[in-house]
């Protein structure tokens, strides 16, 4: 059983920044794939970016490239988000995810409870 904690979301103006963490306490992700997802009110769940600590390899959704990234700590004990110049259209509840890596959410076994960005003047 992997347990993943998110952090770092809030309230913050268009064109802002803010950074996501996601960590499995006392556990190492050097294992996994770890992806961000986030869900806004009436929306359906949608791929964020995903990370393969594994390979190393990211990927981004398209709404989100060139504003977001996504990366490790050395350790890898910790996934970050860095989002910049957030929009609006950004608001939601951010989660992140342990698995095998890709955009379905069905790839990936471990979820955390997410954390809540929110983007507003």
């Known amino acids: 059983q992997l347990q993943l904690v998110e952090s770092g979301g809030g309230l913050v103006q268009p064109g802002g920044s803010l950074r996501l963490s996601c960590t499995a306490p006392g556990r190492t992700l050097a294992y996994y794939a770890i992806g961000w997802f986030r869900q806004a009110p009436g929306k359906e769940r949608e791929g964020v970016s995903y990370?393969?600590?594994?390979?190393?390899?990211?990927d981004y959704a398209d709404s989100v490239k060139g504003r977001f990234t996504i990366s490790s700590d050395d350790a890898v004990t910790t996934v970050y988000l860095q989002m910049n110049s957030l929009k609006s259209e950004d608001t939601a509840v951010y989660f992140c995810?342990?698995?095998?890596?890709?955009?379905?959410?069905?790839?990936?076994?471990?979820w955390g409870r997410g954390t809540q960005v929110t983007v507003s003047s």
């Open positions: 990370i393969s600590n594994i390979y190393g390899n990211t």
């Open positions: 995810a342990a698995g095998l890596g890709g955009w379905g959410s069905e790839k990936y076994d471990w």
